[in-house]
Every structure is written in structure tokens, then in C-alpha cells.
């Protein structure tokens, strides 16, 4: 994320020295998230003149935060370098001995207003761009070749991924630099994001100017990009007061006024349905509400006969794969829906994909396979996943720091194939195996 705020949210704040955490200081303002900096760049000030200080990070993190439950409470994996830290403001330029984070704390009347980081700092660096490290170009290499194995004439081919819970010092950037590298040579027809961009514990502000990097960063490798708001995305967590209306959580993640869309595939008859699955206003917060699953029965209704039909949502739609809560909202009336339109429409149904229980599993119910995948935020721990569920072990600055796929729909037969990048394993559903289940 090469952005930071010293807008409002972040005024009146300063460094805590000893923890590198934000704290309220009068007269001061800082960005809100650490800023990188390679070994041998430069912290250019755009203005003559300007004092300030710099608290430096770490490219090491707290590895608790991958092999344990915990999020950060500013989403700030990076351990302190506490030794290159500056306590005294300066003018001047700055260069990074090393590779680190930089949080710049400026006088607050020397900030104008509307000010972001970008407008009073630049930071130089003397190298070209950096080329992908070889695990990177490895691993692509090899999922390109299995997708290449695996595609059929007529396919529908999408990138999927779920919970990436962005956080400075994790893996963000080099999930779209992968993804980026794999869709140069795969060409999807879109990308699928299930939800949970963020962990939802940051100012309001602060995590709209995320979200909207991250999907640019996505759209940027492909226009066609389909998203399913996660519980998270609502910046509803441990309290946070900040929290988004609903309508405003569709414009910032769907560019709709809903939560609930379809997709059509027309030449492969195909009909997707993105679905909202969290209401933090309901005591029962999990599920689906009346008026969404009234929709979807009627969309069933109106969908083209020689057409098939395949859900997404980011919760499942099964209590007994849901550690959070012992029920989901509307789990029968939608489960008495689906299976109505399987009897008249035997295997229209290919399949509900969803994310939130950050594992890989594959259930059945009433014939339709329900397929959870793991999260792409780096993780590598077994609490409070679902009991049957696998949680791939995963290694920082290797291939198994990564976990996506490549989603191939076989319009010919309604099968389906999840093409893993990183940890994890593919799998494959087959119409063949929806009807051993019966």
C-alpha cells in the first residue's frame, strides 16, 4: 500500500518510542500506516524547510499474528527498529540503510488540511523495479501449466480469493503481484473476491483509502471484478465505533446500491449469484435476510431454462460448518429453495462457494456441493475451523505464503476445477460425485 493519511483521523497523534504504536499527542500528526522504504532509497521532502521526525519498522513482523488468532489493532504487522529511530525533528533528507517502514511525525501547523503523505514526501529509490522473487516465478509457472492441463474449449475461467485481511508487513502486494503474473498468461474472464479485505478495526476513512487501493490494484489486472461483502467489510470489529452502513459498504466494495447481484454468462448459460451473508444490526448476525432469499427464489424462477446456476457468498450457508455461531440466518428456507429447483432442474445446481471459515473443505447438501477456500491473508493456524476442514500450512517468502486458485467452470458437463496457487491442493467437483451423494 504506498499511501498515508495525515488527514483529520490522524491528527492530534503521535509515536509511541518504545511500542511504535499511535498515540494522542497534541500539536502533532503522523500517517496513519507505516510507509516502505528499500535499502538505499530516499525520504525527499517536497517542501523547503519542512522538521520532522521518522520512527522506523522492520521488515520482520510478529509472527503471532500468522500461527495464532490475533489481528493487530492497527493492522500494523511490523516489529519496531527501534535503533535507526529518530527522536529529534530535523530538516532535510532521509536514506534507508536498510530495508524498512516509515512513519514521518510532522508539527500539525505545518500540515496543511487536506494534506496526504504524497503531497509533502517523496521517496526516491535508485533501482529499477523490482523483479519477482524466483518462488514467485515458480510457482506461477506451474499453476499456469496445470490450468492450461485442466482448461477445455468454451471454459469460464476466474481468479478466486477470499479473506486477504490487508495489513502493513503482509502478504497484500505480493498476492497481486502473483495473481497480476498468472493472469498475463491465463487471460480470466474475471476475478472473484469474497470478502474480508481488511480486518475492520481502523478509522472509517483509513479503511475506505485501503479498500479503494485494493481494488484498484485488482481491476487493474482485470476490469471484471465480482466481490461479496465480508463481515469484516462492514469495519465492524472488537467494537470498532467507525462502523459502515450497509448502503455504504455496496457503493465502496460493489458500486451498487445493494448488497445482492447477479452475473449472466449467456454463452455458457450461466447465471452467478453474489450474495450478502452478515448483518451486524440483526441478533442473529450470520445469514440471510428475508428480502435477499425472497430474491433469490424469484431469480431461480426467471432463470432460463438450459441455463445452470452457482452461488457465492462470503459466510456459508450451513451451520454446521460455521464456528462463529450455532445458527445461519435463512439456512432452511434456502436449503428447501435449492433443493424445489434441483428436483425440477436435476444438476442445475453447480455448487455455493464461499470464504470466512479461512480453510479448504468441500461438503454436500442435498447433492449441491458447498466449497469453502482458504484465506489469502498469510495464516497457519487449526483453531476454530470447521471440524473436516484443512488449513494448509504456510511459510513467509515461499510459495505457501500465497493461497488462491484459478476457478475453471466446465460449461460442457457442470464440473468444476480449483486450480491452487500456493497452499493448498486442487480439487475438483464433478456432477458425478453431486450424484453419489444423493
Known amino acids: 500500500m504506498d499511501y498515508a493519511f495525515f488527514q483529520k483521523p490522524r491528527r492530534q497523534t503521535g509515536v509511541d518510542w518504545k511500542t511504535g504504536l499511535l498515540k494522542p499527542q497534541k500539536g502533532f500528526c503522523v500517517n496513519q500506516l507505516p510507509v516502505r522504504m528499500p535499502a538505499g532509497s530516499v525520504l525527499k521532502p517536497l517542501r523547503q524547510g519542512m522538521m520532522f521526525s521518522c520512527y522506523y519498522y522492520s521488515e520482520e513482523i510478529d509472527e503471532r499474528l500468522v500461527f495464532s488468532y490475533r489481528y493487530h489493532p492497527e493492522s500494523n504487522w511490523l516489529i519496531p527498529f527501534t535503533e535507526q529511530t529518530e527522536r529529534e525533528m530535523a530538516c532535510g533528507e532521509r536514506t534507508a540503510e536498510r530495508n524498512c517502514f516509515v512513519r514521518v511525525l510532522m508539527r500539525e501547523e505545518d500540515v496543511p488540511e487536506d494534506a496526504g503523505f504524497k503531497d509533502l514526501f517523496q521517496i526516491v529509490t535508485k533501482d529499477g523495479p523490482e523483479l519477482p522473487p524466483a518462488w514467485m516465478a515458480e510457482e506461477t509457472r506451474r499453476t499456469v501449466l496445470r490450468v492450461q492441463e485442466k482448461s477445455r474449449p468454451g471454459d469460464l ?60 490494484d485488482l481491476e487493474g489486472i482485470c476490469g471484471n471484478l465480482l466481490v461479496c461483502v465480508g463481515n469484516h467489510d462492514l469495519n465492524y470489529f472488537r467494537g470498532n465505533p467507525d462502523r459502515f452502513p450497509r448502503r455504504r459498504a455496496a457503493e465502496l466494495y460493489l458500486g451498487r446500491s445493494g448488497l445482492w447481484y447477479l452475473k449472466d454468462y449467456p454463452e455458457q448459460k450461466l447465471r452467478m449469484f453474489f450474495l450478502d451473508s452478515f448483518d451486524p444490526e440483526k441478533k442473529l448476525r450470520y445469514g440471510f435476510e428475508s428480502g435477499e432469499i425472497l430474491w433469490i427464489a424469484r431469480q431461480l424462477n426467471k432463470t432460463p431454462e438450459d441455463f445452470r446456476v452457482l452461488f457465492f457468498s462470503h459466510v456459508p450457508p450451513a451451520a454446521k460448518i460455521h464456528v462463529w455461531s450455532l445458527k445461519i440466518r435463512g439456512e432452511r428456507r434456502i436449503k428447501r429453495i435449492l433443493e424445489r429447483f434441483s428436483r425440477k432442474r436435476s444438476g442445475a445446481v453447480l455448487g455455493w462457494i464461499h470464504g470466512h471459515n479461512h480453510a479448504d473443505q468441500i461438503i454436500f447438501r442435498a447433492g449441491i456441493p458447498i466449497i469453502g477456500t482458504g484465506c489469502s491473508k498469510l495464516e497457519s493456524f487449526p483453531e476454530h475451523k470447521p471440524r473436516g476442514a484443512e488449513t494448509p500450512r504456510r511459510v513467509r517468502n515461499s510459495s505457501s505464503q500465497e493461497l488462491w486458485d484459478v476457478l475453471l467452470i466446465h460449461p460442457e458437463d457442470g464440473s468444476m476445477d480449483l486450480i491452487r496457487y500456493g497452499a493448498g491442493k486442487d480439487r475438483h467437483v464433478s456432477r458425478a460425485e453431486q450424484d453419489s451423494r444423493r
Do not use: C
Open 157 to 216: 475461467k476466474f481468479i478466486l480469493l477470499t479473506d486477504s485481511h490487508y495489513a502493513v508487513g503482509g502478504n497484500w502486494e505480493d498476492t497481486v503481484r502473483s495473481i497480476g503474473m498468472t493472469a498475463e498468461q491465463i487471460s480470466p474472464d474475471g476475478i472473484i473476491h469474497l470478502g474480508d479485505f481488511t480486518d475492520g478495526l481502523l478509522p472509517g476513512a483509513v479503511t475506505e483509502g485501503i479498500v479503494r487501493e485494493m481494488l484498484r
